[in-house]
């Protein structure tokens, strides 16, 4: 079942549907209040209708986003929510709920841009109330014990992802690189019961012993983008065994957080938890040091970072990651992509040379 | 702190300085320029900024080692950091002045060769660069003991604070002030406010000073006046015919950006508004034959303000107003001693870039009709996101509601690379043409997004 199939049987279970714009936000409270989250990435559209209303230095993810929603893409949708990412994301927020004439309820969530320790985690406490008397005031309110048992759903969730995330670093998962990004991608949609159910799913079918030839490397970047580079990194003999990317790996909680009898602030604190991330403040020395723990733990050969053109908080930290893990000695390539259909043939290129610097 | 760095310090300021601006001033006075007859008399109070500004950039360079210093973004609330004595610098304005210089993509290309990607905000390549190459058409700026930087005019200022926070190897103190869609809610009033207290603490440790209240209370008051009086520096575009442009506005704001909460900066304040008045009174134009009264949106082109402060007055348009130059006026009066988090919260927490585009299209809609303005210049300003996004349908949405002509043109605020004069100029000249034929046409006109006058 395609994406907008499954959002529309979603519907018909009675469930209504977010589209949610990146990067962070959380889940656990839509869910709790009935809705499906249906994230907005990288919609396959050039942006046609966009252009009109975006400057060509906006990012890709921005420009594609607009275009979705302009197209009627996002129909199935009830409400839209914007969690603050960065400057050009918070700026379409805006247009989109005050000058775009959209009649849905558009929301947004501002994850705080600095760990201020608990003056950082009562803000989140505090929105995520009032994130939740909005969503109230759309489709009433969470029945009782809705946001715990969510809660659990998440935490089933993330130990889903973490595992398959495990078997990939520790050479027990035989699945490419496409397959495996199909199957994480797909939580970008899926109802929590649906996701852990699947991630089980390709774990169980998926375990096995990768090829021995396959040169490992961790990924940072934002997405795995262009659509069918995975695919060519198959092709390649690339075996990612480890990311940092702002839509995947870069948003599972890699440690256990303990439960505790207040939800809110058990879901602030998890929230808080999340690897650094430039769209949040973390610094660059945090930064570094968390992909350099990806690749200890996966062995990996070397790192590739893959930008999205005109992405401000990933090209900012980029090249004092890239001189980090150099003194680490570690091998880094950075590739940059305007999220084209098909991978251009210079950055397949710049991959192969860079595979050969490492044989 | 060394007492030899804090002794050449104060000779500097006291007789160093002051005996080598006297000197450039003999020198300058000599030479006379010849009048350019399309403005009217040039305003006397730009020598006394002119040497204000070298004072700064000049005591900068010894103020390293004689006091602790801070290099600040522009909506940062500084006055905490004079109430413990710091020297602050601002690599925004910096980075304005390598723009007017158009030495900006000579230093940015230094941040470019260490791999900073030429999309980024050209300000903070410049600072980057700089940072890489000690290049500077000031002279030199001084170390940074701490960067200390708000979110609430970009967020690009945080990701550009961290990187010199790890290039330096100094600490960053962040103050995150959410940006608002809406009215500000209590608790996100309460996670400002709540910082800036925690700050105390951190610049205490710092500094190893204690805080002294007394002293902020001062500094905040200095602030806010400083601010009030650049606020009557701007109404009096309000006259027909304008007293100064807009491009004289980008030019004199450098003092309520950097020296903000110092007794100089309202002193100079004070100066610039008797002259502006006085001119007010005697009808002074600073474009004779005003025609056009023009708004300003976004960031100036500093590389660029000459020639195209001449192309306004060729065509008889003038400058009246500015959203920038109004953000620096716009919540100062916020600032209340009697409550100095809170209110300082708010005079930083809600300036117009940290609000939502409704919120931006009721201020131009309100600045449009204060000044009497029948036309609107958008700049497009590449590397700048959050001033930029958007633009396209404010345009539209101002052009249906006010009916005045608008036009976009595609520039950055310093790296001239990204410019072209030309196009600029036909843009502008169709624009000027299509403001002599009135109102009536001004939705067409404001059709298409960047294109077409």
């Given amino acids: 079942m395609g994406r907008t199939e499954y959002l529309i049987a979603q519907k018909e279970m009675g469930r209504k549907v977010a589209a949610v714009w990146p990067a962070r936000y959380p889940a656990e409270l839509l869910w709790a209040h009935g809705i499906c989250p249906a994230e907005v990435w990288d919609p396959p559209l050039e942006p046609e209708r966009a252009s009109g209303h975006l400057q060509p230095y906006v990012c890709g993810i921005v420009q594609r986003g607009l275009e979705l929603l302009l197209s009627g893409g996002l129909r199935p949708a009830d409400i839209l929510l914007f969690p603050h990412t960065c400057d050009s994301l918070q700026n379409l927020a805006t247009m989109v709920r005050d000058l775009g004439g959209e009649a849905r309820r558009c929301l947004f969530f501002y994850p705080p841009k600095r760990d201020a320790g608990e003056r950082a985690i009562a803000y989140l406490m505090a929105q995520l109330r009032d994130l939740s008397g909005e969503l109230t005031l759309h489709v009433g309110p969470m029945n009782a014990g809705a946001l715990e048992d969510a809660m659990e759903l998440g935490s089933q969730r993330t130990e889903a992802m973490r595992r398959l995330y495990d078997l990939r670093a520790e050479g027990r998962l035989s699945a490419g690189n496409a397959a495996f990004y199909a199957a994480v991608r797909a939580c970008e949609f899926l109802w929590p019961e649906d996701a852990v159910h699947s991630l089980h799913t390709f774990a169980k079918e998926q375990e096995g012993t990768p090829s021995d030839e396959a040169v490992p490397l961790v990924f940072s970047g934002v997405l795995p983008q262009p659509a069918d580079f995975m695919e060519k990194l198959d092709g390649l003999g690339v075996r990612v065994v480890e990311d940092d990317f702002l839509g995947c790996g870069r948003r599972i909680v890699r440690r256990t957080i303990p439960a505790g009898e207040d939800p809110w602030r058990v879901l602030a604190e998890r929230m808080q938890a999340l690897p650094p991330c430039c769209t949040q403040g973390a610094s660059v020395g945090d930064r570094t040091n968390f992909i350099l723990e990806l690749v200890r733990r996966s062995r990996a050969r070397g790192v590739v970072i893959l930008d999205v053109k005109f992405c401000e908080p990933e090209l900012f930290d980029a090249p004092l990651i890239v001189a980090g893990l150099r003194e680490s000695g570690v091998p880094v390539l950075i590739l940059e992509t305007e999220m084209e259909p098909r991978t251009p043939a210079g950055m397949l290129t710049r991959m192969e040379a860079f595979l050969e610097t490492l044989s | ?453």
């Fill in chain 2, 1 to 453: 702190m060394s007492l030899r760095d804090k002794v050449r310090y104060r000779m500097m300021k006291d007789v160093g300085l002051p005996a080598a601006m006297g000197i450039d001033r003999l020198r300058k006075a000599r030479r006379v320029r010849p009048r350019d007859p399309l403005f009217g008399p040039p305003l006397e109070s730009s020598g006394a900024l002119k040497n204000l500004m070298m004072r700064h950039y000049g005591l900068a360079r010894y103020a390293e080692g004689a006091m602790p210093v801070a290099w600040v973004t522009s909506g940062a609330p500084v006055e905490l950091l004079r109430a413990f004595g710091f020297y602050t610098v601002y690599p925004e304005n910096h980075g304005a002045v390598c723009g007017a210089r158009r030495v900006a993509p000579d230093i940015c290309a230094e941040a470019e060769a260490a791999g900073f990607s030429q999309d980024l905000c050209s300000y903070a390549r410049i600072d980057i660069g700089h940072a890489l190459s000690g290049k500077t058409p000031v002279g030199k700026l001084p170390r940074p003991d701490l960067l200390f930087c708000t979110n609430n005019i970009c967020q690009t200022i945080l990701y550009w604070f961290k990187d010199l926070s790890h290039m330096y190897g100094i600490p960053l103190i962040v103050l995150d002030t959410p940006f608002l869609y809406g009215e500000p809610a209590a608790a996100t009033m309460d996670y400002v406010s709540g910082q800036i207290r925690d700050m105390v603490t951190a610049l205490e440790r710092i500094t190893g000073k204690p805080f002294d209240e007394a002293r902020l209370a001062e500094v905040l008051e200095s602030s806010r006046r400083g601010s009030e009086l650049w606020g009557k520096v701007l109404a009096t575009m309000r006259h027909r015919p304008a007293p100064m442009t807009i491009f004289d506005a980008f030019v004199h704001l450098a003092p309520v950006v950097s020296l903000r909460g110092l007794p100089v900066c309202e002193r100079y304040y004070e100066g610039l508004l008797a002259e502006l008045e006085d001119r007010v009174e005697r009808n002074v134009a600073a474009v004779p034959g005003e025609r056009h009264r023009l708004m300003w949106d976004n960031i100036a082109i500093w590389f660029a303000l000459k020639p195209m402060s001449r192309f306004f007055a060729e065509n008889g348009c003038v400058g009246v107003a500015g959203t920038y130059t109004n953000a620096w006026a716009e919540t100062a009066h916020h600032l209340d001693l009697k409550d100095p988090w809170g209110s300082m919260a708010r005079a930083y927490g809600l300036i117009f870039l940290n609000r939502d585009l409704e919120y931006r299209l009721d201020l131009m809609a309100r600045i449009a009709a204060e000044y009497a303005a029948d036309g609107l210049v958008l700049h497009s300003a590449r590397s700048c996101k959050p001033y930029s996004v958007g633009q396209y349908d404010i345009r539209r949405k101002l052009s249906e509601r006010l009916g005045i002509r608008t036009v976009v043109i595609e520039a950055d605020m310093t790296d001239f690379r990204a410019y072209s004069e030309e196009q600029a100029k036909t843009r502008l000249a169709a624009f000027f043409e299509s403001l002599e034929g009135g109102r009536d046409g001004a939705a067409a006109a404001a059709g298409g997004g960047g294109s077409g006058a």
